[in-house]
């Protein structure tokens, strides 16, 4: 593994990326976990629930962003509790004509919040924004590390 | 339809069972957009000790929103799916989820809050092998918005 507990302080930041989303994501995720909610790929039953378009999945933007985390640990296995709560959607645009162009871009930054020694355990703290608004809120992985 | 308000403490016994694909978990890996090649990979996987290939964190919901779907869909539990809203999600793994493991699901409603005209649900799956090994705790609360909300 590429991390050590040993050489962690608290606040330490272990990097930021951005996720970038379009339907044809969302149509995959939808596929691959079985959560066919039509909220999720059809703009017109979204707006019609009151949604202003099409959102993507809590447990897409949760399971995209913690890959910053396991690839930082260098083990997905490390990953031994992963939290958060869902506070706002991220509104996925419809860019189905223009390939290439993200129809949503989320950025995520992680930082040491906590270490446990004795467990050696360290909790990463992840800050997760759409367009410069918190979509998860108290995302918190923790991860087992040598 | 209306929250039962006895659905708090109730419990749905492990349905059927979910077999741990290779190709489910590359599926998932990949629409999740994760590129770790221990998700991918059975030597990348075994140079980092696991037996076969690694699930991503989260791929336990795929257990977890079916065994929530038998709450959802009982009837006596008077939860209208279309009012859903996923409020919050934890993942507690007691060990990672391989391909080829057989996992069960027992489901429990751990606590329901009246919340405006709706209610708050927290259901939490105990995941584990059918030979009984605790694989993963997944806790989730669901938001069943009330009818003017």
Redesign the interface.
């Known amino acids: 593994m590429a991390v050590s507990i040993s050489t962690l302080e608290v606040g330490q930041e272990i990097g930021s990326t951005t ?1 970038d989303i379009t339907r044809q ?1 969302l149509v ?2 939808a ?5 066919l909610n039509p909220i999720h790929w059809n703009q017109a039953f979204a707006e019609g ?1 009151g949604l202003p378009g099409v959102i993507a999945h ?3 933007t ?3 962003v ?2 910053l ?3 930082w640990a ?4 490390a ?8 506070t706002k959607p991220v509104l996925v645009e419809d860019t189905t004509a223009e390939p290439g162009r993200p129809g949503a871009v989320v950025e995520v930054t992680g930082v040491v919040g906590a270490i446990d020694a004795e467990r050696s355990t360290a909790r990463i703290d992840l800050t997760v924004t759409f367009n410069g608004q918190k979509v998860l809120v108290k995302a918190q ?1 923790v991860v087992k590390l040598p | 339809m209306t929250i039962d308000p006895d659905l708090q403490g109730r419990s749905y016994p492990a349905g059927e069972t979910y077999s741990v694909g290779r190709e489910a978990i590359r599926d998932f890996a990949r629409a999740v957009k994760a590129t770790h090649p221990a998700h991918y990979d059975v030597e990348a996987a075994a140079a980092l000790g696991h037996r076969d290939l690694v699930a991503p964190p989260t791929f336990a919901i795929i257990v977890a929103q079916r065994a929530d779907a038998q709450l959802i869909a009982d009837p006596s539990a008077g939860i209208d799916f279309t009012r859903v809203v996923h409020a919050d999600q934890r993942f507690v793994h007691h060990r990672p989820i391989l391909a080829g493991d057989q996992l069960v699901a027992e489901l429990h409603v751990d606590q329901v809050r009246a919340m405006g005209g709706g209610a708050m649900i927290t259901t939490r799956a105990e995941i584990s092998t059918v030979d009984g090994e605790p694989t993963a705790t997944t806790t989730s609360s669901l938001l069943v918005r009330g009818e003017d909300q």
């Open positions: 996720v994501d995959r995720y596929g691959a976990s079985g959560d629930v809590g447990m897409f949760m399971g995209s913690v890959q985390v396991t690839d260098g083990d997905p296995a990953v031994v509790d992963y939290q958060t709560r869902f992985a």
